[in-house]
């Protein structure tokens, strides 16, 4: 670590340029389809684009409510029933409607990518790795094969933020740089507005490393510390608390109000992997999918089990740990720290009888009990991996190097011998990255990225509150995507949380068009009632477009596969939350 490290700004250029590229190429052809396709699936990604329209919407329009986002109408910080990517706020400031949100979520999606990339890089640079070496550490973190199976979770697969925030205060601490420290702190206060699902973790790993510094410090006889490092650590500290403080109010009050929303034993259980979770790789990784399809088909929820870290990843991390590249403190940190984190990862079983190490955390540890899926902390582990990782390829680099010199070669020759060593890392990191994602410009094993569902219907010119039937998980997301046109308020709405009141509408609007079913849409203050007959078919309502409304106050059009029933409002519908519906608020 006193070794000088100097990054230049053509280092920095090539870097940026790299990561972009290697982020567009390995994740081909979604460049080509930016307003039309979207990865892996049309889940989760459909809603997370609704998620960052919103974000850029709010912060516009609504600044003083943003939580209250326009889906679960009427209930109450709506926004903060998932994690709700508040980092990418300001891109949603440009553009408007579905096709615009899409575009924008394939552009933050390879942005993520080259992000992860290019902050591990930084990080293994920082750590005293040559550029060959941290390039193999940043494809290693990025294109490590679990991180395929999350290219629906937007808030899982943007870790970038992470590597960067430990490089960057790393420099600045090294260089008594305070600018560079409160940077750090910036970027991970950044990171934690992503999301909640990497940002507890994150505030923990920052709190250890806080922690070993003040022992070592101690342990050193309390040197005098630099003024400006200390006032810019709390500088810094006090950006990354105001953050999570401010940013974790809605989702208490969430908490309060909506009983779905606890992450209960038994259902992080349902998310626990076990030991076997790091044998199973992605079904799309066309190396190791079918190898591991006997194990992946023998569990359920797929996504939240897939760990496996990479064969040539994990071959590189053991040659790291014993070499001497890495300082020893950063090795055994880096190697305590990956099986620690791999440990916590599984999960728990609640009624095996042994005490698991997340049991532990989510006992002891505030913010433990929010997390649903344990698998997600491998995110922490994969990027102590690749550092490793780059550790050993810096030995192989290193080896290679000494045993040209150490011959009977000129120095040029032995220059030549350096750089095509430096060239061999390169391939390497290619290899990684193709051990993880697949073979680019691959037609055979290409990744998902189905086309994005549209609609003909302007959800803007219909009044609100609005619902839309059927109201499948599946449905919901869409027309979360739709509503991204003026953003109406309606009863869907996806999230991880259930929302008591939201379902049981579902449910008394099953007879849906009658004239009891109206009368109570039109008592709780719903304006427009959606049938989209094309998604119809096997549910409640396949035959409701046939039924009778003569006689309800209301008016039945049709605009191509949709039937839209617009409902005459009432004295009472006038859109103040029903009881049971969670908006009543505890004196706080």
Sequence with gaps: MSRRIEITRRELLLLVIGAIAIAVVMNWPLVLHLKTDIPKDTGDPLVQSWEV??????????????????????????????????????????????????????????????????????????????????????????????RLEHDGHMHVISSGGIPLALALGLRGYRLAKPGFVVAGFCVAAWQLSLGFTLGIPLTYLLATLGLIAAVVWWRRGRPPLPRRLVVATLIGGLIFGATALL???????????????????????????????????????????????????????????????????????????????????????????????SALALGFQVKDGF????????????????????????????????????????????????????????????????RVAASLLFVLALAIAIEGRGLPFDPVGEQAQPPVPRTDIAFASLPAPQLHLPASPEDNRRYLLWSTDGFPKMINGRSSVDPVFTFSVFRRVRPFPDRATVRYLRKIGVRTVVLHTGRAAHTFWAHAAAKPVRGLPLTRTRRGYDVIYELSPTATGTGAAPPGAGASRRPR
Excluded: M
């Excluded at 109000?257 to 998310?271: F, G, K, V």
């Excluded at 199973?280 to 996504?303: F, K, M, Q």
């Design 247 to 341: 940013t974790a109010r809605p989702y208490l009050r969430v908490l309060d109000d909506q009983p779905n929303a606890r992450r209960t034993p038994d259902l992080i259980q349902e998310y626990s992997g076990g030991p076997k979770a790091y044998l199973i790789a992605p079904d799309e990784n066309t190396i190791w999918g079918d190898a591991t399809a006997g194990i992946r088909n023998s569990v359920s929820h797929i996504p939240e089990k897939t760990l496996f870290p990479g064969l040539l990843t994990l071959v590189l991390a053991i040659v790291g740990v014993t070499s001497g590249v890495l300082p020893r403190g950063v090795r055994i940190g880096l190697g305590v720290g990956v099986l620690v984190v």
């Design 355 to 418: 005490l698991w190490p997340y049991r532990i955390a989510y006992d002891l540890f505030p913010g433990f009990q929010g997390i649903r899926t344990p698998g997600r902390l491998v995110s922490f582990s994969s990027l102590g991996l690749a550092l490793l990782a780059g550790g050993g390829a810096e030995a192989a680099r290193r080896r290679l190097t000494d045993q040209a010199r150490g011959g009977r070669t000129t120095v040029a020759l032995a220059a030549s011998h350096a």
């Design 53 to 146: 329209a919103w974000d850029g919407h709010a912060l516009l329009h609504q600044p003083l409510h943003f939580f209250q986002s326009n889906q679960f109408w009427p209930l109450h910080d709506t926004l903060a029933f998932s994690d709700a990517l508040l980092g990418y706020a300001p891109a949603g400031i440009f553009g408007s409607g579905p096709v615009d949100a899409v575009l924008r979520y394939n552009l933050l999606f390879l942005f993520a990518y080259a992000l992860a990339f290019a902050g591990a890089y930084l990080l293994a640079r920082e750590l005293g790795l040559g550029p060959a070496a941290s390039t193999v550490a940043g494809a290693a973190f990025a294109f490590a094969p679990l």
